[in-house]
T-cell receptor, first 115, second 114 residues
Framework: EPEVTQTPSHQVTQMGQEVILRCVPI?????FYWYRQILGQKVEFLVS????????KSEIFDDQFSVERPDGSNFTLKIRSTKLEDSAMYFC?????????????FGPGTRLTVT | GNSVTQMEGPVTLSEEAFLTINCTYT??????LFWYVQYPGEGLQLLLK?????DKGSNKGFEATYRKETTSFHLEKGSVQVSDSAVYFC?????????????FGKGTMLLVSP
């Protein structure tokens, strides 16, 4: 069964450093998403992406964040200058269509630890 | 705005006990409702969904009914197993101009003992 993959599984970085989290969505999916989950808290929406542009972004997704689909398969989340509070599990998701009737498939997540 | 409220955990049950995890929501527009499950060390998996009022989603013995009048989507299972131990997230999605995003509750941890 096709699945969303994410790399790395765990990333440790120092405050102020740039990080890039990578995702490979399911190949025929057109809508891509990033969510994050701070330890012990709820999963929060960051950004959705369709047709090579951001469809929607949350308040969390400030100028320190950016997303890109650099080629036909990868979908990346970049944090320009990490802060301690960026420590979280970051989930990538993809769906075939944008309608709520289409399931969003989640990757296993990247645990980001900022020290 | 959209929000989801679900009961605080952890919920601790013995095997074969009946499970209810409460979930209520507020939404602008007509939401689709979901339950996701997160097993230890894994990502989120869709457990079940319902897209309109009075629909019942079901999977692996779990059920939830979309109750528009009470804005609820409570998760139930008649007889839980140890393997059901996980964190359960209630979520909603409202379509916005051709795309949709998920709004999650805080999650409820379920611990089932033999």
């Amino acid at each position: 069964e096709p699945e969303v993959t994410q790399t790395p599984s765990h990333q440790v970085t120092q405050m102020g450093q740039e990080v890039i989290l990578r995702c490979v969505p399911i190949s025929n999916h057109l809508y891509f998403y990033w969510y994050r989950q701070i330890l012990g808290q709820k999963v929060e929406f960051l950004v959705s992406f369709y047709n090579n542009e951001i469809s929607e972004k949350s308040e969390i997704f400030d100028d320190q964040f950016s997303v890109e689909r650099p080629d036909g398969s990868n979908f990346t989340l970049k944090i320009r200058s990490t802060k301690l509070e960026d420590s979280a599990m970051y989930f990538c998701a993809s769906s075939e269509e944008g309608s709520p009737n289409y399931e969003q498939y989640f990757g296993p997540g990247t645990r980001l630890t900022v020290t | 705005g959209n929000s989801v409220t679900q009961m605080e955990g952890p919920v601790t049950l013995s095997e074969e006990a009946f499970l209810t995890i409460n979930c209520t929501y507020t939404a602008t527009g007509y939401p689709s409702l979901f339950w996701y499950v997160q097993y230890p060390g894994e990502g989120l998996q869709l457990l079940l969904k319902a897209t309109k009022a009075d629909d019942k989603g079901s999977n692996k013995g779990f059920e939830a009914t979309y109750r528009k009048e009470t804005t609820s989507f409570h998760l139930e299972k008649g007889s839980v197993q140890v393997s059901d131990s996980a964190v359960y997230f209630c979520a909603l999605s409202v379509q916005n101009s051709g795309y949709s995003t998920l709004t999650f509750g805080k999650g409820t941890m379920l611990l089932v003992s033999p």
